[in-house]
């Protein structure tokens, strides 16, 4: 390492130097973190509304969709005529089922890779 100084960055440094005292520099830091923290509350309190608001009404839309799903899709993909085995095969052989199984694998797929 080298003992030389740039004359020009050393004047820099020199020009940016500013004098704080000690309480006054404190008290502007805090005032500073605490105005800071205030309005990151109050942005997070109105994004978790509006997004609570766009759920309630995601929610109504998704509500009204499945229910229109289960009036137009077939109770059974497969008629089965005993009854035993309709009911061990009734979780997996409707739409709803089939479409619940593939979510699942996806969520299971998504879960492996990441």
Do not use: C, H
């Not at 500013?18 to 805090?30: G, L, N």
């Not at 229910?67 to 077939?74: E, K, R, S, V």
């Not at 005993?82 to 969520?107: E, H, I, K, Q, Y």
């Amino acid at each position: 390492m080298t003992m030389d100084r740039d004359p020009q960055l050393a004047s820099v440094f020199k020009n940016a130097e500013q004098k704080y005292s000690d309480e006054a520099f404190t008290t502007r830091v805090m005032s500073e973190v605490e105005s800071r923290r205030r309005r990151s509350i109050i942005a997070w309190s109105v994004a978790g509304l509006l997004l609570a608001i766009i759920a309630w009404f995601l929610v109504l839309v998704v509500q009204d969709t499945v229910f229109l799903l289960t009036q137009i899709l077939p109770a059974t993909i497969i008629d089965v005529e005993n009854r035993w085995v309709a009911r061990l095969l009734a979780p997996v052989n409707s739409g709803t089922g089939l479409f619940g199984l593939g979510a699942l694998g996806l969520w299971l797929a998504f879960r492996k890779l990441f």
